[in-house]
Every structure is written in C-alpha cells, then in structure tokens.
C-alpha cells in the first residue's frame, strides 16, 4: 500500500506507462487480500501526477473514476500541444525596409494616374 500511496510520476515517459506500473501495484495489493475500489484507486492515481496537472484533472474528471480514460485524454491533449507549430517568423530578422514602387494607370480618359505603392521587405 505504501508503494501504490507514495508513487510519483515525474513526468518522464508517458503517463500510460505510469498508469501501467500503477495498475501492476493495485495488482499486487490484491494478490496479498487488499482490494481497492476504482475510486480509490483513481485518486491514488490523481495524487501521484504532478500538481500542474491539477487543473487538467479537475476538467477531466467523470464520475465513473476511469484511469484509463483519463490517460487517454492526458495523452491527446500532450499530442495537441506538441503539434502546435510555432508562429511564422519574419522573413528577415533585419528591420523591415520600405521601397516605392511606381504604376501608372489610366482614368476616364483624364491621362496617366501615378500611384505609389508601399512595398514592405
């Protein structure tokens, strides 16, 4: 029992995993005579994340105390935010320079309009 109270993930490897070795020492403790509820079992889990994951657990939780589900949705929610790319860089890390550039249009018959257009590199 003491094993299963004081594991901690460190956030290294995959929660699954760690779910894994949990779920093999709630099997342990029944092969000795001590059943857990899911319950109990599921906030022993929830105690063993990290405390930056307190809030994740609070959104996620549901009432049937499913650990797995819960790593599920832990797991897509990492893949999310790992695949999140990052915003697209300026095309040069040099200040952006302005050059003019001329056009020349005709309008109504009124002869040659100059317009100037702003172009940013």
């Known amino acids: 029992m ?3 109270q004081l594991t901690d993930w460190d956030g290294q490897g995959t929660i699954t995993t760690h779910r894994d070795y949990m779920l093999d020492l709630r099997t342990q403790l029944e092969d000795t005579g001590m059943t857990l509820t899911d319950q109990a079992f599921y906030l022993y889990f929830a105690e063993s994340l990290p405390e930056s ?3 994740f657990i609070t959104l996620y939780e549901d009432s049937t105390y499913n650990v797995d589900r819960l790593c ?3 797991a897509k929610y990492e893949m999310r ?3 999140v790319l ?3 860089r300026s095309r040069s890390p ?3 320079a302005p050059s003019l550039s001329s ?3 005709r309008r109504r018959g009124e002869g040659p309009v100059e317009c ?3 172009w940013l590199r």
């Open 116 to 118: 100037y257009l702003l």
């Open 94 to 96: 040099l200040p952006m």
């Open 2 to 4: 003491a094993k299963l």
């Open 72 to 74: 599920d949705k832990f």
């Open 86 to 88: 990052p915003r697209p």
């Open 103 to 105: 056009v020349s249009n």
């Open 53 to 55: 994951l307190d809030l």
């Open 81 to 83: 935010t790992k695949s």
